[in-house]
């Protein structure tokens, strides 16, 4: 299947600083691609699609001038945590839609990016 | 998107096969059954996809019934790399997004 990177994997930082995730499609190019947070024994919760080229898509209840997404490239898209506080300290981890396999689009996710906020 | 039901924990046997099981029961026409597995502290994984056909690759097979309320997710010889939560989505293809359950949690054991 295809390749999705994230880096860093794993971030400490203190409280009040930002953040930046990246996320890349390493052989295949994504023009939508996702945004997850997992918290401890719980499942995977969507926080916005980000589409290339435009404003990424929030959802309900997702702060959009806290987690800043960036989507300059059709391999490209960052996730900023500004002003990171300690209950943003959770496991991110990135989607990208690829449409070239059979059967319509598969989505692929990253290894996860590991935020603990101190 | 139609929801799913899984059971919330299996255990299986290492070398033997796993079946995981998946009811959908208000799937509609254009919605495909997705599988991805999460290992722990990792980023899900996919697996496999169909519409109505059963579907095999290497990593596993899956069996769609005929009213395609309900499917099957095969592991042909479950390994102890197998052990991890497994996910049944039901989505349209047609760029909707991925909604997460509560998924499986599957036990191999040696």
């Known amino acids: 299947g295809a390749v999705v990177s994230q880096h860093p994997s794993r971030v400490i930082c203190k409280s009040g600083t930002s953040v930046k995730i990246e996320c890349r499609s390493l052989d295949f190019q994504a023009t939508t691609m996702f945004w997850y947070r997992q918290f401890p024994k719980k499942s995977l919760m969507l926080m916005a699609t980000?589409?290339?080229?435009?404003?990424?898509?929030?959802e309900q209840g997702v702060e959009k001038d806290k987690f800043l997404i960036n989507h300059a490239s059709l391999t490209l898209s960052t996730l900023t945590v500004t002003s990171a506080h300690p209950e943003d300290s959770s496991f991110y981890i990135c989607?990208?839609?690829?449409?070239?396999?059979?059967?319509?689009?598969?989505?692929?996710f990253g290894p996860g990016t590991r935020l603990l906020v101190l | 998107d139609a929801k799913t039901t899984q059971p919330p924990s299996m255990d299986c046997a290492e070398g033997r096969a796993a079946n995981l099981p998946c009811n959908h029961s208000t799937i509609s026409g254009n919605e495909y059954v997705y599988w991805y597995r999460q290992i722990h502290s990792q980023g899900p994984q996919y697996i496999i996809h169909?519409?109505?056909n059963n579907e095999t690759n290497e990593m596993a097979s899956l069996i769609i019934t005929e009213d395609r309320k309900s499917s099957t997710l095969i592991l042909p010889h479950a390994t102890l790399r197998d052990t991890a939560v497994y996910y049944c989505?039901?989505?349209?293809?047609?760029?909707?997004?991925?909604?997460f359950g509560e998924g499986t949690q599957l036990t191999v054991n040696p």
């Open positions: 989505i039901v989505k349209e293809t047609s760029g909707s997004r991925l909604t």
């Open positions: 980000s589409n290339e080229g435009s404003k990424a898509t929030y």
């Open positions: 169909g519409l109505k």
């Open positions: 989607s990208a839609r690829d449409w070239g396999g059979r059967g319509g689009e598969t989505q692929y």
